[in-house]
C-alpha cells in the first residue's frame, strides 16, 4: 500500500494523539478530570486554554477542549506551545496562528517569534488555563511556555488556572542552570531534573520571584492531583511529543538530550529516537541504524541517510533519572576524534545550563566527580523545592 505525505501526517496524529502509553491506576485523579471543581471556577468566565495533545482525560478518552466546550464553558481561544495543539509539529518546527477546524475556536502561537500571548490576545479574557503535560526535564520546552503565560497574566493581570498532572521523571538531580546560560530550554536556575509537578514549579516561579515583569508574580490556582505522591511512577496516556513515543523513551531523555549537542545520533529519524545512540563509525559500538526524514517525526535528522553505529537501549532496565554513563561512554569511543565530539558546544552548554559539564567531560573527570561539584548548588535548590510542595515528598533517599 502506497502511504502519502497527508497520510503519513494523519497518523501520526493519531498515534500522538489518542494511543495510550499506558494504563494507570484507577485511584490517581489528575487536575483535569475534576470537572466539577473545574466548572465552578470558569462557568460565566471566558476562557483560553493553554493546552496540546497531552490534555487528555485519559478514563474518558477525550481532551479537555472537547470536554469544557461540552459542559457549556467559554472557550474563546487556544495557546499552542511547540509542537502545536495537536503535538503533530516537527521539533523546532514554527507554529502558525489558525482555527480548529471543528469548532472555529482561534488557535495563537505562543512557540517561535512570540513566547507568550499579546496583550491583545488577553484583552477579552477573563482567565488563562494551563493543562499540559510535563516530562521533568528543564530543557523540555512546556514548562518554558509555562514561565512565559504566567508572565503575560502577571502583566495584564489575569488569573492562571493549572490542572495540575504527576511528573514523570520525578528526581531531583544534574546541574543547575546559572545566568549566562538562561534561554528557552533553561529559563529558571532550577536543576535538569527538578522533582515537582508543574503546579508546584508555578509556585516556586511566583514565590521567589523568578517572572521578569511587574508584577513577579501572577494570581495562580492549582487544581492538584488526587492519590499522588512524590515518587510514585508516572506513564504518560499519550506521547508528550513526536520524538518521545515510548515511556522508556521518556525516561532515558534527561540522560541522553545533551547529545543533541554532539556529532552522535540519538536516533531521531528512527521509529525508536532517545532510545538508542549512534555515529557512522564501526567503532562506536555493534548496534547500527540509518536515520531517515520522517514527516511530522523529524526533518533532516542529524547523520540522514547514513548507518550509524553504537548502543541500543531500548531493553536496557533503566528506572529513571540522570546518568551520565552514556555521555562519557560515548566521548571515549570517540578516541582521536574527541575535539570534534562537541559539534555544537553552545547548544551543549544551554542544555547543561553551564559550560562546566562540557568542559568536565574533556578533562575526563569521573561521573562520581562531576556529581560532586552539583551537590552545593542541588542542596540549595532543594531547600527552596520544599517550600512549594504540594504533595507528601519522596518516600525514599534514593530519589533526593
Same mark, same amino acid.
Given at each position: ?123 477579552? !479574557? ?8 510535563? $516530562? %521533568?526535564?528543564?530543557? @523540555?520546552?512546556?514548562?518554558?511556555? =509555562?514561565? +512565559? ?106 540522560? !541522553? ?8 545520533? $540519538? %536516533?531521531?529519524?528512527? @521509529?525508536?529516537?532517545?532510545?538508542? =545512540?549512534? +555515529? ?121
Amino acid at each position: 500500500m502506497r502511504i502519502t505525505f497527508f497520510s503519513s501526517i494523519l497518523i501520526s496524529f493519531l498515534l500522538c494523539s489518542f494511543s495510550p502509553i499506558h494504563s494507570q491506576s484507577t485511584t490517581l485523579q489528575i487536575g483535569a478530570e475534576q470537572i466539577d471543581t473545574i466548572q465552578s471556577l470558569l462557568k460565566g468566565k471566558r476562557v483560553g486554554l493553554v493546552v496540546n495533545q497531552t490534555s487528555i482525560l485519559e478514563k474518558q478518552k477525550k481532551h479537555v477542549f472537547d470536554v469544557l466546550l461540552a459542559k457549556g464553558i467559554n472557550v474563546c481561544c487556544v495557546f499552542a506551545p511547540e509542537h502545536g495543539f495537536r503535538g503533530n509539529a516537527a521539533p523546532g518546527a514554527p507554529i502558525d496562528d489558525t482555527k480548529d477546524i471543528k469548532t472555529g475556536v482561534p488557535i495563537y502561537s505562543i512557540y517561535g517569534k512570540h513566547k507568550k500571548p499579546s496583550p491583545e490576545q488577553l484583552a477579552n !479574557l477573563d482567565i488563562i488555563v494551563y493543562d499540559i503535560q510535563d $516530562v %521533568g526535564a528543564r530543557f @523540555f520546552t512546556y514548562i518554558s511556555t =509555562l514561565h +512565559y503565560v504566567m508572565e503575560a497574566c502577571a502583566e495584564n493581570h489575569k488569573p492562571l488556572l493549572i490542572l495540575d498532572r504527576p511528573n514523570p521523571n520525578d528526581f531531583v538531580d544534574g546541574p543547575v542552570c546559572d545566568e549566562k546560560h538562561r534561554s528557552f530550554v533553561g529559563v529558571d536556575p532550577i536543576p535538569v531534573l527538578y522533582g515537582l509537578s508543574v503546579g508546584e514549579l508555578a509556585q516556586m516561579i511566583n514565590g521567589e520571584h523568578w517572572l521578569k515583569t511587574t508584577p513577579d508574580s501572577c494570581s495562580l490556582t492549582v487544581i492538584k492531583i488526587k492519590n499522588w505522591k512524590h515518587g510514585d511512577p508516572y506513564w504518560l496516556p499519550v506521547k508528550p511529543s513526536p520524538n518521545l513515543p515510548t515511556d522508556h523513551a521518556i525516561r532515558l531523555y534527561p540522560s !541522553l538530550c545533551f547529545f543533541e549537542g554532539t556529532t552522535i545520533s $540519538v %536516533g531521531r529519524g528512527t @521509529f525508536f529516537p532517545f532510545e538508542v =545512540l549512534g +555515529y557512522p563509525d564501526p567503532c562506536f559500538g555493534s548496534f547500527s541504524f540509518t536515520p531517515t526524514t520522517m514527516p511530522g517525526y523529524s526533518t533532516h535528522p542529524l547523520h540522514q541517510d547514513e548507518l550509524c553505529y553504537g548502543m541500543d537501549l531500548r531493553e536496557l532496565p533503566f528506572k529513571g533519572g540522570l546518568d551520565l554513563h552514556f555521555l562519557l561512554e560515548m566521548y571515549q569511543r570517540s578516541g582521536k576524534n574527541k575535539a570534534l565530539f562537541f559539534s555544537r558546544p553552545q547548544w551543549f552548554d544551554l542544555l547543561a545550563g553551564t559550560k562546566q559539564l562540557r568542559l568536565q567531560i574533556i578533562r575526563e573527570l569521573s561521573e562520581k566527580e562531576i556529581r560532586k561539584s552539583w551537590q552545593p548548588d542541588l542542596n540549595a535548590f532543594k531547600k527552596i523545592r520544599k517550600k512549594y510542595l504540594l504533595y507528601p515528598d519522596y518516600p525514599s533517599p534514593i530519589h533526593k
